[in-house]
């Protein structure tokens, strides 16, 4: 069974640009989480999908949304790019809204 | 919101030995409490999990144990081993609802020296 899928790997933009990170979740599992991974922050929670509907988000500014498609994969968008956006970003996904399966992340660059 | 404190930053052990990282969580309607894993480079994977109605959980070599009225939750590793060495996070929740948002904390890196 193919895992949660993330891409691309490794995304390079400059300030201002706008970045578009994709994400496929197991088979099965409707909800997606988005998390960031910055450098001693840990994993800050971005956004919640389920079932096509935004269910919650964290504390970050409107620039970052996102969606999900109808066969349940999900993108987040980040808007005006600001040098502190550089992170790994984290797609999960969940069958029972409890258990986070992980993919590998794009690691998201801004110079 | 919850907010998930994570002690300690980082910890270093001789394999064999015990390690032990604690977590403080602040929403008393938290009820349900993993613990992630994530290698160097790789994805974190859930290791061990407990709900807020029992005290204690264990699996081979790993334990859990959580104090609801002090709000805080334990990681324990018996018999370290090399690859052991990893960043562990903890994090809370309230399982299920239309709030769900779990909260990690900001992860313990654990090396064990051979």
């Known amino acids: 069974e193919a895992g949660v899928t993330q891409s691309p790997t490794h995304l390079i933009k400059t300030r201002g640009q706008q970045a578009t990170l994709r994400c496929s979740p197991i088979s099965g599992h409707t909800s997606v989480y988005w998390y960031q991974q910055a450098l001693g922050l840990g994993l800050q929670f971005l956004l919640w999908?389920?079932?096509?509907?935004?269910?919650n988000r964290g504390n970050f500014p409107p620039r970052f949304s996102g969606r999900q498609f109808p066969n349940y994969s999900s993108e987040l968008n980040v808007n005006a790019l600001e040098l502190e956006d550089s992170a790994l970003y984290l797609c999960?996904?969940?069958?029972?809204?409890?258990?986070?399966?992980f993919g590998s992340g794009t690691q998201l660059s801004v110079l | 919101g919850e907010n998930v404190e994570q002690h300690p930053s980082t910890l270093s052990v001789q394999e064999g030995d015990s390690a032990v990282i604690k977590c403080t969580y602040s929403?008393?309607?938290?009820?349900?409490f993993p613990w992630y894993k994530q290698e160097l480079g790789k994805r974190p994977q859930l290791i061990i999990d407990?709900?807020?109605?029992?005290g204690e959980k264990k699996d081979q070599r790993i334990a859990v144990t959580l104090n609801k009225t002090a709000k805080h939750f334990s990681l324990h590793i018996t018999e370290t081993q090399p690859e052991d060495s990893a960043v562990y996070f903890c994090a809370a929740s309230r399982s299920g609802g239309s709030n769900y948002k779990l909260t990690f904390g900001k992860g313990t890196l654990l090396t064990v020296n051979p």
């Open positions: 999960a996904s969940s069958l029972d809204g409890e258990k986070l399966f």
């Open positions: 407990i709900r807020s109605n029992v």
């Open positions: 999908y389920d079932e096509g509907e935004e269910r």
């Open positions: 929403d008393s309607a938290s009820n349900y």
